[in-house]
């Protein structure tokens, strides 16, 4: 097959669309929409978020050394919107999105948002000054899930968040599943088994 050659961009797809709320002293929590966050190291469980230097946050989170990742489900997709759209210099976005600021043990400043499904609370290990974007990399210190999505043997079952993706300008509801890790080399009776859990 023959590619078309185009210039090098961020097209990587889909993403996350996640809520980070943050604060620090003097500064009323915000939230910002980021879609450009990831998963750097497993141990200790590290994650990556970058964002903008001239964004409201960049420098709340510069300055508390801390944010809150919260994953977004479908009913809170349009305040995700809202938060990426809006800027935290003009609008109180818990008030303007009815969301709830809830205390985080391991936060100084940064509540999580109430509303959303799962947070990872993280603290900020190195800033790389990257160009338009700075990344802040940081060690997740703690985490807090809904009790709707874990399941009658206490694991977390992420379907029931009904999480949201990013792709190109467009958000999108997760589908089907279509594997599992390792689904390549399972035998034909655990790949049966997996999948009928899956659905």
């Known amino acids: 097959m023959a590619f078309e050659l185009l210039k090098p961009g961020t097209l990587l797809c889909p993403v996350p669309a996640v809520m980070v709320s943050c604060a ?12 450009w966050a990831g998963t750097v190291c ?8 970058s964002v903008r230097k001239e964004r409201h946050s960049h420098h709340i989170i510069r300055e508390s050394g801390e944010f809150v990742i919260n994953l977004v489900g479908r009913n809170q997709l349009k305040a995700c919107d809202f938060c990426g759209v809006k800027s935290g210099r003009d609008v109180d976005k818990f008030s303007a999105c009815g969301l709830t600021a809830v ?16 947070y990872l609370a993280c603290k900020v290990e190195h800033v790389l000054e990257l160009g338009s974007h700075d990344a802040f990399v940081a060690r997740i210190v703690g985490m807090g899930v809904a009790p709707e999505i874990m399941d009658e043997n206490g694991k977390i079952d992420l379907r029931r968040a009904e999480l949201t993706a ?3 300008g ?6 089907e599943a279509m594997g599992f ?8 009776e655990v790949l049966k088994r997996r999948m009928k859990d899956l659905r």
Do not use: C, R, W
């Open 24 to 35: 620090s002293e003097g500064e009323k929590p915000n939230i910002i929409t980021i879609a």
């Open 42 to 49: 497993s141990q200790p469980p590290m994650v990556s978020i």
């Open 103 to 118: 205390d985080v043990p391991e936060m100084q400043y940064t509540p999580a948002i109430g509303e959303s499904p799962l």
């Open 166 to 168: 990013y792709s190109h």
């Open 170 to 175: 467009t958000y999108y509801a997760l589908g």
């Open 181 to 188: 890790f390792g689904y390549s080399v399972a035998s034909d």
